[in-house]
C-alpha cells in the first residue's frame, strides 16, 4: 500500500509481534497509562508502523471494553484518515458495543451522519464480527443514513458488512437488500451478494484484515526497550526495519478476516 507518510519498511505481521513482546516485557500498570501511551504513540508517530503499534495496543485485556477508550479511537478515526487506521479499530469499537450499548448506540446512530465520512464509515463497520449479536435495528439505520453517499469506502463497507452478516443470517440480508436494492449503490449489492450460504468460507475481506499476514516473515530477532514507552515501541519497530532493506512502500499479502486475531 502506497501512503505518503514515512515507512519503516516492517510488515504488519512483525510489527504486532514487536507490539505484543514490548506490552508483555514492560506490562502497563493501569488502563490510564495505557491510553496515555496509545496516545503519545498515535500523535508523535514518525512512521506509519507506529500508528499501527498503537492500534495493536489498544487490543490489550486491560483496555478491551473500556468505554474511556471511545474518545481514543474517534481520534484515531478523524486524524488517521485512511482505511487502514479506521478499520483497525472497528472490532475494538465493537466490542464496546456489546458491554454497552445503551451508550454506544446513540453514539454510532450520531456518528451515523456525521460530516466526515470516515466516521460514519466507522459507524457500519462497527459491527464487524458481531454475528448473531448483531443489533439489526442499529445496522439498519446507520445504513440507509449513508446509502446515498457516493463515496467509494462508504459504499464498499456497506457491502462488507452486509455480506459478512449473511454468513449468520443470510435471509435478513436477502430481505434488507431486496427491500433497499433501489437506494443502495450496485457496488453494495455486489459486495452483498459475494457470499452464499454453504459458500462462506476461505474469502479474503476488504479492510485492514489485508494487513494482518505476510507471506514473508522477518527472521527472529533480540531487540533492547528503553523506559520510555514511545521510545521504546520505536526503538523495537526501527530494528525490525534494520532486518531489511529500507522502502517508502509498505507492501501486504491477502489474509484472512481480522476477527481471526480479535
Known sequence: ????????????????????????AHPFASAEEL???VLALWREAAYREERYAAIDLTGLRLVARDLGMLPVY?????????WDYVDGVAHRICALLQAHREELTPVLLRWSKDQDFWIRRASITA?????????????????????????????????????EYAKTEPGWVLEFVERNGASLSPLSRREAAEERPGQMTGRVVTG????????????????????NSRA?????????????PRSSVCRYGKTSSWSEMA
Open 232 to 244: 521504546m515501541m520505536a526503538a523495537a519497530l526501527r530494528a525490525s526495519a534494520r532486518a531489511r
Open 208 to 227: 485492514w484484515s489485508d494487513l494482518l499476514k505476510s507471506s514473508l516473515v522477518l527472521r527472529s530477532r533480540k531487540i533492547r526497550y528503553s523506559a
Open 1 to 24: 500500500m502506497k501512503s505518503s507518510t514515512p515507512s519503516l519498511g516492517v510488515r504488519v505481521p512483525d510489527v504486532r509481534k514487536t507490539t505484543k513482546a514490548v506490552a508483555a
Open 74 to 82: 474517534e481520534e484515531i478515526i478523524r486524524t488517521g484518515a485512511s
Open 127 to 163: 459491527q464487524l464480527g458481531a454475528k448473531s449479536r448483531t443489533d439489526t435495528a442499529l445496522l439498519a439505520s446507520v445504513i440507509e443514513a449513508n446509502m446515498a453517499d457516493r463515496e467509494f469506502f462508504i459504499r464498499k463497507a456497506i457491502g462488507w458488512v452486509l455480506r
Open 35 to 37: 491510553r496515555s501511551t
